[in-house]
């Protein structure tokens, strides 16, 4: 495992109770980061943060992204808890229903985008202000391949992950000349809580698709997070990395 030095640096780790976003906190962790994690889920936060407590400065943030004003009272808690945010790893999000577009469920459509792509602009707006302030930064959402490929049944999570995509994008050309860099990445599925909202037959469709023949694992995306969120990387913005396995056409 690959050392990066996060002594005295502070990051935010969104939907960070579980899943992607707990191994990129423990990755943080163990280099040394402070580290907030934001979540919904009041249970999974303490769990989380007994879990972690171990490994260094961890602060829990319970918060709801899709509501613009929450998000902003917690980019300010952690500011004053930790002093700054240099660091946002925006992983929380949800799968939604699995469904052909031409029965989609419109509520559910809309829960799923303000869930996963409305959440990501609150998050990266809020806390990229108090980044340019200080002129320093690094942000690392956590997109998808289904943002890039499309997945037949389920065009509501696809058409968010692609938002999401096309977000970082914008972003990273607005902050290029200061040291924020600004990056996504489209793994491929791992094998999560997430899956517990997927048919079966979905699950099978996203394996068929990847041709090392597995999920990837959390591990390896907080790999490839803590490089990107690093202060060696000083150049790459407005990237998009993949993580799919094989599976990305482009």
Known sequence: MNHYDFTQRAAVVTG????????????????????????????????????????????TVLVDLTQRDAVQAATDHTVARLGAIDILVHSAGIAGANAPLA??????????????????????????????????GRIVNIASIAGKEGNPNASAYSVAKAGVIALTKSLGKETAALDIAVNAITPAAARTRIFEQMTQQHIDYMLSKIPRGRFVDVKEIASMVAWLVSAENSFTTGAVFDLSGGRATY
């Open 16 to 59: 960070g109770a579980q899943g992607i976003g707990y191994a990129v906190a423990e990755r943080l962790l163990r280099g040394n980061a402070r580290v907030a994690l934001w979540d919904r889920d009041a249970a999974a936060l303490a769990d989380a943060k007994a879990s972690l407590a171990h490994f260094g400065d961890v602060e």
């Open 103 to 136: 029965d989609y469920a419109p509520d559910e459509w809309a829960r799923v985008i303000d869930v996963d792509l409305n959440a990501a602009f609150h998050v990266n707006q809020s806390v990229v202000k108090t980044m340019i302030a200080r002129g320093y």
